[in-house]
């Protein structure tokens, strides 16, 4: 058990819907990373916050954000849900934005239909 | 840009034989060096790392990596296989600035033959 809780574990939607992602991370990691795992892209990393600000961005498509709350959890968005966006979604944190090992949860699997 | 190239999409090996699974990374500087195991219907657990220092990395499990700058390489090495290794392993960078804006490959399948 990594510490990283990701809720739910599985989500079954409708194409256009939308959907909210969630993450707790470890206690007293102040850094969240989002990553999405699908079978043509492999793991892409989407983004990340520390302390609550956006750190950094990866290929996270206008449809997606995410934002981080004061008690450090994370939220993912996903909105006009479509079928290419089935796939894994991971939450990751770390103690610090430094060179620290980042710990993984087990992910929220995606299924738009 | 960077880019980690696992060249082995599927191996397999017999139980109780070594391992070695391939990475290569392009990326002007040293990057930071990660590799990843994946069970299936699991997260990603962190097997070991490389941000310097000795080259030769010991991680969980029984696995081992080395980093070869002058060959980009950082390759995974466990000298013999146990069924449980069955999983899909990832090689990781990251890079100052960024350290856990990981840099996935595309990861190797092992299966373990009895």
């Known amino acids: 058990d990594s510490g990283v809780t990701q809720t739910p574990k599985h989500l079954i939607t409708a194409t256009g819907q939308r959907v909210t992602l969630r993450c707790s991370p470890r206690s007293g990691d102040l850094s969240v990373y989002w990553y999405q795992q699908s079978l043509d892209q492999g793991l892409q990393f989407l983004i990340q916050y520390y302390n609550g600000e956006e750190r950094a961005k990866g290929n996270i498509l206008e449809r997606f954000s995410a934002q981080q709350f004061p008690d450090l959890h994370s939220e993912l968005n996903l909105s006009s849900l479509e079928l290419g966006d089935s796939a894994l979604y991971f939450c990751?944190?770390?103690?610090?934005?430094?060179?620290?090992?980042?710990?993984f949860g087990q992910g929220t699997r995606l299924t738009v239909v | 840009a960077q880019s980690v190239t696992q060249p082995d999409i599927h191996i397999t090996v017999s139980e109780g034989a070594s391992l070695e699974l391939r990475c290569n990374y392009s990326?002007?500087?040293?990057?930071?060096l990660f590799w990843y195991v994946q069970s299936p219907g699991q997260g990603l657990q962190l097997l070991l790392k490389y941000f310097s220092g000795d080259t030769l990395v010991q991680g969980i499990k029984g696995f081992e990596a080395e980093f070869k700058r002058s060959q980009s390489s950082f390759n995974l090495r466990k000298p013999s296989v146990h069924w449980s290794d069955a999983a899909e392993y990832f090689c990781a960078v990251g890079f100052s600035g960024g350290y856990n804006k990981l840099i996935f490959g595309a990861g190797t399948r092992l299966a373990v033959h009895p």
């Open positions: 990751a944190s770390s103690a610090s934005d430094g060179p620290v090992e980042a710990f």
């Open positions: 990326y002007g500087a040293t990057p930071y």
